[in-house]
């Protein structure tokens, strides 16, 4: 599979061709996601919830989402894999942010690397950016926030909250970021950030108006174990059938079948 690049993501959004990222944590996972077809493996501080029984994604450290980033490279050489910043990784001071992020990419092979935050990361994105690292956003529901904001929450439901999002989300782009997640934001102000941005965003239960989709593995296989999410939908595989399942969810969202309404706020 040719790799996508960079440089391809703002084409793609032009052309109105749906992204499709998905999170892999290890090499299995990973050549099966880029063997069906998935633009972009996510390896998430996710992982502490889904596979390793942590109650948040606090716990995870540099040199765990390394390990697990290293695997995923493995499994999928050719894919284009971003690397998700664990919480304190990049906020203590710029200079930290740049060592780590130079890790992900020098130590785990990664693309790119994510990291949550609104303008008040934008210089630090501009920095990452200017030292030749991509970086991807990510907005709205920030998992790493919970204890600060109380819980898992809808972002934007207001219009003052919505405007300050929007008006954020064009600080981001312009600071260099090269896509946009957008968590649990009402599915109306994900196409309207969308609509005003030229990088693509990349939507978490923020509607289908988003210029493509991202889903934890284990809620498409339906492995969550406590329910599935609004957000998601289980594309339930098991074994070899799991290719099938993760080309099903590609397929459904670059036709626009998935999110349906259902699957948004």
Do not use: W
């Amino acid at each position: 599979m040719k790799k996508t690049t960079v440089a391809a993501f703002a084409k793609r959004k032009a052309a109105e061709e749906k992204l499709v990222m998905v999170t892999a944590y290890d090499a299995p996972a990973a050549r099966i996601a880029a063997d069906a077809g998935i633009d972009i493996l996510l390896v998430g501080d996710s992982v502490a919830m889904t596979a390793l029984g942590l109650s948040s994604t606090i716990p995870m450290t540099m040199d765990e989402m390394l390990h697990h980033a290293k695997a995923v490279r493995r499994g999928a050489p050719e894919s284009f894999v971003v690397f998700d910043m664990p919480f304190m990784s990049y906020q203590a001071d710029d200079a930290e942010a740049l060592r780590n992020a130079a890790r992900a990419l020098k130590e785990a092979g990664s693309d790119a690397v994510k990291l949550e935050g609104g303008a008040e990361v934008a210089p630090l994105i501009a920095k990452l950016v200017s030292a030749g690292i991509p970086v991807m956003a990510h907005m709205g529901l920030m998992p790493q926030h919970v204890r600060a904001i109380g819980g898992y929450k809808v972002a934007g439901r207001t219009p003052d909250e919505a405007a300050r999002l929007l008006a954020e989300a064009r600080e981001i782009e312009k600071a260099g970021a090269f896509s946009l997640v957008l968590e649990c934001v009402p599915a109306a102000l994900g196409k309207s950030i969308t609509d005003a941005l030229t990088i693509p965003t990349i939507g978490i239960g923020s509607g289908a108006g988003c210029s493509g989709q991202v889903q934890v593995l284990h809620d498409l296989l339906g492995l969550g174990g406590e329910g599935v999410p609004r957000d998601a939908r289980p594309f339930p595989a098991s074994g070899n059938a799991a290719k099938e399942a993760r080309a099903q969810y590609a397929d459904d969202v670059k036709k626009g079948v998935f999110p349906a309404p259902d699957n948004s706020f």
